[in-house]
């Protein structure tokens, strides 16, 4: 990696957090100055705009919580149990986020409205890839007979992530990690119940 390839990553991962954190439209180039211990004229020298790093820094959280969250799916031999390991994981979420600041999708969800349609579209993409991970869990499941037949994958996925997302947002809000663990417990029984071959409980 070249010197100049070198500096950018570091001040992608330095000022990170921080967009994360702040949020992006609150995260100063004083506050990523600050971060990096680099002049404005080196952050600039490597980096077109603040657009530009909020883009990459977002990417790079994601890429925090997706690896993570492989690690914790691939550990496990069944749907099933796959499907649980995400909620295990989405349960730390409010007591201790992967990204300082919390979910680095739902935060930038929150603020990427129309003012930052590129920004927007990454989030939109990260959702979409969540979603196609519990789609291919549950479309292997079956193929294994692990899974009910006519379970409806797209819907179920939706509903899953969903009821998740929702919950850790409230759990967030409200200070409550009760509210995320009660909404847990609710698809834990909905992937038993619905999901589930009888032969697999």
Same mark, same amino acid.
């Given at each position: 990696?070249?010197?100049?390839?070198?500096?950018?990553?570091?001040?992608?991962?330095?000022?990170?957090?921080?967009?994360?954190?702040?949020?992006?439209?609150?995260?100063?180039?004083?506050?990523?100055?600050?971060?990096?211990? +680099?002049?404005?004229?080196?952050?600039?020298?490597?980096?077109?705009?603040?657009? !530009?790093?909020?883009? $990459?820094?977002?990417? =790079?959280?994601?890429?925090?919580?997706?690896?993570? $969250?492989?690690?914790?799916?691939? !550990?496990?031999?069944?749907?099933?149990?796959?499907?649980?390991?995400?909620?295990?994981?989405?349960?730390?979420?409010?007591?201790?986020?992967?990204?300082?600041?919390?979910?680095?999708?739902?935060?930038?969800?929150?603020?990427?409205?129309?003012?930052?349609? !590129?920004? /927007?579209? =990454?989030?939109?993409?990260?959702?979409?890839?969540?979603?196609?991970?519990?789609?291919?869990?549950?479309? /292997?499941?079956?193929?294994?007979?692990?899974?009910?037949?006519?379970?409806?994958?797209?819907?179920?996925?939706?509903?899953? +992530?969903?009821?998740?997302?929702?919950?850790?947002?409230?759990?967030?809000?409200?200070?409550? !990690?009760?509210?995320? =663990?009660?909404?847990?417990?609710?698809? /834990?029984?909905?992937?038993?119940?619905?999901?589930?071959?009888?032969?697999? /409980?």
């Amino acid at each position: 990696m070249k010197k100049s390839e070198r500096t950018r990553q570091y001040i992608i991962e330095q000022c990170a957090p921080v967009f994360n954190a702040k949020g992006y439209a609150a995260t100063s180039i004083g506050d990523i100055m600050r971060q990096t211990g +680099l002049t404005k004229g080196g952050i600039y020298g490597n980096f077109a705009s603040k657009d !530009e790093m909020a883009l $990459l820094a977002f990417e =790079h959280n994601a890429q925090i919580v997706m690896r993570q $969250l492989r690690e914790k799916i691939r !550990e496990q031999p069944t749907a099933p149990l796959k499907l649980n390991a995400m909620l295990d994981f989405f349960g730390t979420y409010v007591s201790n986020p992967p990204v300082e600041g919390g979910c680095p999708i739902l935060n930038t969800a929150v603020e990427a409205d129309d003012l930052y349609p !590129e920004l /927007r579209q =990454h989030v939109v993409n990260a959702f979409a890839l969540l979603r196609q991970s519990v789609e291919k869990i549950l479309a /292997r499941g079956i193929e294994f007979g692990q899974i009910k037949p006519n379970a409806d994958v797209r819907v179920f996925a939706v509903t899953f +992530l969903a009821i998740l997302e929702g919950a850790i947002v409230m759990g967030r809000v409200s200070n409550d !990690e009760g509210l995320l =663990h009660t909404a847990i417990g609710r698809v /834990r029984r909905m992937i038993d119940e619905e999901l589930v071959k009888k032969e697999n /409980r």
